[in-house]
């Protein structure tokens, strides 16, 4: 069973600054997709970013990139020119392909609490 | 364009009662997913419905089930409410046969059991 670690529970950043969140996961699976969410007070999951492991090129929205090392099994958002709207749990989640005929769940990390401070 | 919308968005039960929760999913979708995520921690899969059947299923036991309508729309049920199923009720709806199938998330239920 594949699984999905996020070995910060809380970090912070400074308005305007960049910080960048660490996400670590576990398959024998060779095609898959990772995810990051971002839940606001809201409690709305947002989707910020998907990556396709087939794809080495990293995956860009805006301020958000991702480090993709599939080798390591590796998967960082990156959050430049932070605002305080980004302030908000966020959630690194890994799903098989599709087309492996595999499993469609996504399987989610405990989450990183993500604060900016004025 | 409408996006994944749950109801009700709070409730509040008692134990062994039972409890029916509501998912319309994003115009265009037809696959209906259902995850549950107690206080601080990450969303845990329930189970998913395409084509009105359950497709897949967590690690959940049969007091959680569902149904999914011929519009996509879905429910999900549980019997018998424990203290411990108190958590927000997250659903997601994806469109089944694209290699991305991204899931898109409804600002959920939170449920109470006292």
């Known amino acids: 069973a594949q699984t999905v670690t996020q070995s910060q529970p809380e970090m912070s950043v400074q308005e305007a600054e960049t910080v960048t969140l660490s996400c670590t996961y576990d398959?024998?699976?060779?095609?898959?997709?990772l995810f990051w969410y971002k839940q606001p007070p809201s409690r709305q999951m947002i989707l910020v970013i998907r990556?396709?492991?087939?794809?080495?090129q990293n995956a860009t929205e805006n301020r958000f990139s991702v480090n993709f090392q599939k080798a390591a099994k590796s998967f960082s958002l990156k959050i430049s020119d932070s605002q305080l709207g980004d302030a908000a749990m966020y959630f690194c989640?890994?799903?098989?392909?599709?087309?492996?005929?595999?499993?469609?769940?996504?399987?989610f990390g405990k989450g990183t609490k993500l604060t900016v401070n004025p | 364009d409408a996006g994944v919308t749950q109801s009700p968005t709070h409730l509040i039960k008692t134990r062994g009662q039972q409890v029916t929760l509501r998912c319309s999913p994003k115009?265009?979708?037809?696959?209906v997913s259902w995850y549950q995520q107690a206080l601080g921690q990450g969303p845990q899969f329930i189970f998913q419905?395409?084509?009105?059947?359950?497709?897949q299923r967590g690690n959940f036991p049969d007091r959680f089930s569902g149904h999914q309508f011929p519009n996509y729309s879905s429910e999900l049920n549980v019997n018998a409410l424990l203290l411990g199923d108190s958590a927000l009720y997250l659903c997601?709806?994806?469109?089944?046969?694209?290699?991305?199938?991204?899931?898109?998330f409804g600002p959920g239920t939170r449920l109470l059991v006292l």
């Open positions: 115009s265009g979708h037809d696959t």
């Open positions: 989640a890994y799903r098989s392909s599709a087309t492996q005929g595999g499993s469609e769940k996504l399987v």
């Open positions: 419905y395409y084509e009105e059947e359950e497709r």
């Open positions: 990556q396709e492991a087939y794809k080495q």
């Open positions: 398959t024998s699976e060779s095609d898959y997709y």
């Open positions: 997601a709806s994806s469109e089944t046969g694209l290699a991305e199938e991204t899931q898109y």
